[in-house]
């Protein structure tokens, strides 16, 4: 069964044509990988999921539902968490007020789910241990603990990340290895874009190269990571 689909997707950027009719499944419980050289269209798409670029032809289907129109604010209420790029924290405020701002259902953080709170805390240890530092203190990699944190504050359906691992050491890919597949093994589907072959080596389970604006190979990981000749003639590069 996939949760998401996109079927002949365009998106418009201005003047800009830039996703040209884009075909992509997600299968439920698992992770997929978006691949593809830079200026491909891979955060174009993920940002088209979210809404907050409208698709100007094709449909975004979310477990049956059309979410083509909708604005973010209803995509994110279903169950769609999004990690941009750019991770988007509030640097002046706590890890503890980051935190705060993403649990709709908290008015203070002693209303968080703790049971989560803990669970989360296992995964990404630095939360906890700066829960009442300022968000921009942190080095890049507890930053992108964070924002990953913050997106699974409460249960999501759909976790959408853009380049998880971009400027992390090893040690810390590691871990966001690690919690990705804790996340899958609750239940979690995920898209990911990402640029480090080995990461999405490692954890997909499904693969979808783009070029040019549109999804050019989709198939099983296994097979993808397997074929050199493939990911040269697709990336440039192998695996």
Not at 21 to 42: F, H
Not at 76 to 92: K, Q, R, W
Not at 165 to 188: H, T, Y
Request: charged share 15%.
């Amino acid at each position: 069964m996939n949760l998401l689909e996109l079927k002949g997707v365009h998106t418009h950027i201005g003047a800009y044509h830039i996703l040209h009719g884009v075909d992509l499944v997600v299968p439920q419980g698992q992770v997929t990988m978006l691949l593809g050289r830079n200026g491909a269209g891979k955060s174009t798409t993920l940002r088209t999921v979210m809404g907050l670029w409208h698709a100007s032809q094709g449909r975004v289907v979310l477990a049956g539902q059309d979410i083509t129109a909708a604005a973010t604010p209803h995509i994110a209420a279903l169950g769609v968490a999004y990690v941009p790029e750019n991770m988007g924290i509030f640097a002046d405020l706590t890890v503890r007020e980051n935190m705060l701002l993403a649990a709709r259902a908290a008015r203070r953080a002693e209303q968080m789910d703790a049971g989560r709170l803990q669970w989360i805390f296992k995964m990404f240890p630095a939360v906890e241990k700066f829960w009442n530092h300022p968000a921009g203190k942190l080095s890049g990699g507890q930053k992108q603990m964070l924002v990953v944190a913050r997106a699974i504050v409460e249960p999501r359906q759909l976790l959408i990340v853009d380049e998880p691992s971009k400027g992390l050491a090893p040690a810390i890919i590691d871990n966001m290895i690690d919690a990705f597949a804790e996340l899958k093994a609750q239940g979690v589907t995920i898209l990911l874009v990402e640029q480090n072959l080995n990461f999405a080596r490692r954890l997909g389970d499904s693969v979808a190269v783009m070029d040019n604006g549109r999804v050019v190979h989709a198939g099983a990981m296994e097979a993808f990571s397997a074929d050199a000749a493939l990911q040269q003639s697709l990336l440039g590069l192998a695996l």
